[in-house]
């Protein structure tokens, strides 16, 4: 969607995990161009340092990295921030249940450009149940 249909919200924290610099940087920029401040960690554990240290609004995190996968670090997320939303954005058909039970929404990579906005705003800025932002 063009960027005028999503005036500037009020802004919030969102921390996005993924090992691809070149994705944190787009979501990054893109981001703060809505008005939202924007943590980037290129790493499960980096993020998981980030949440415990600041206030986080919402959660984007890649399901498959290195090391620590999306559901290992969602667990953790959740023991750190319980309020903070989780987006997982994912490359699977299929995610486990157990998964599913962590996050708030999913996005799959190949529609990461149309609804990343979209869901963030949705779980931000309208105080909606995540279930109507799936």
Request: glycine share 6%; with cysteine; proline share 7%.
């Amino acid at each position: 969607m063009p960027p005028a249909v999503y005036p500037l919200l009020a802004g919030g924290v969102v921390l996005c995990i993924d090992y691809n610099h070149d994705v944190l940087e787009c979501e990054r920029a893109f981001l703060e161009a809505f008005g939202y401040t924007v943590l980037t960690a290129p790493s499960g554990s980096k993020g998981l340092e980030l949440a415990s240290i600041f206030s986080v609004d919402v959660v984007i995190l890649d399901d498959f990295m290195p090391t620590m996968n999306g559901q290992a670090v969602a667990r953790e997320l959740r023991r750190l921030r319980p309020k903070a939303p989780i987006i997982l954005v994912t490359e699977a058909a299929d995610i486990p249940e157990p998964t599913l039970n962590l996050v708030d929404a999913l996005i799959a990579k190949d529609r990461l450009a149309s609804q990343l906005l979209p869901t963030v705003a949705c779980l931000l800025g309208s105080g909606t149940s995540s279930v109507a932002c799936l």
